[in-house]
């Protein structure tokens, strides 16, 4: 059998993600551009043209319901979430009651409709490569 190609008069593309068209780079997060703080947490932000990237530092007894909740005015969050979890450990309760707990090395996805808090006495760090854009951030009166 003999696979048949039609010609192209344009040279074809490759799949490209427009988030990472440009020149080559990298961040840290220590001299992250932007930082939010909240409540037992911190987050910092990297922006490579567009695709954000946050690590999130939640201290013992954080809670999203109790420390972010109040910024997001949401009774659940509804960022998505695709992270790293770099340390600690992290419990997430979704909106239908299934939990699941996160520890470092793994990497979890979280939908919309969920809360989460820290469990045990070591801060949790992690990365997030989806739901950060808008975390935990304040309205624009709010900001300095």
């Not at 909106?95 to 409709?113: F, M, N, Q, R, Y």
């Amino acid at each position: 059998m003999t696979l048949q190609t039609s010609p192209s008069s344009q040279p074809q593309k490759q799949n490209q993600n427009p988030h990472v068209m440009g020149a080559i780079s990298a961040l840290k997060f220590d001299e992250a551009k932007e930082v939010r703080e909240f409540p037992l947490g911190r987050l910092e932000l990297l922006d490579f043209n567009g695709a954000v990237v946050g690590r999130a530092t939640l201290q013992p007894g954080w809670k999203w319901s109790e420390s972010v909740k109040p910024i997001a005015k949401t009774d659940s969050c509804q960022a998505p979430h695709f992270q790293y979890h770099q340390s600690g450990t992290l419990r997430i309760r979704m909106d239908d009651g299934k939990e699941i707990e996160c520890k470092a090395g793994e990497i979890s996805l979280v939908p919309p409709g969920h809360d989460a808090w820290v469990v045990g006495d070591d801060p949790v760090v992690l990365i997030d490569f989806q739901g950060m854009v808008d975390y935990a951030k304040q309205e624009q009166a709010h900001q300095h």
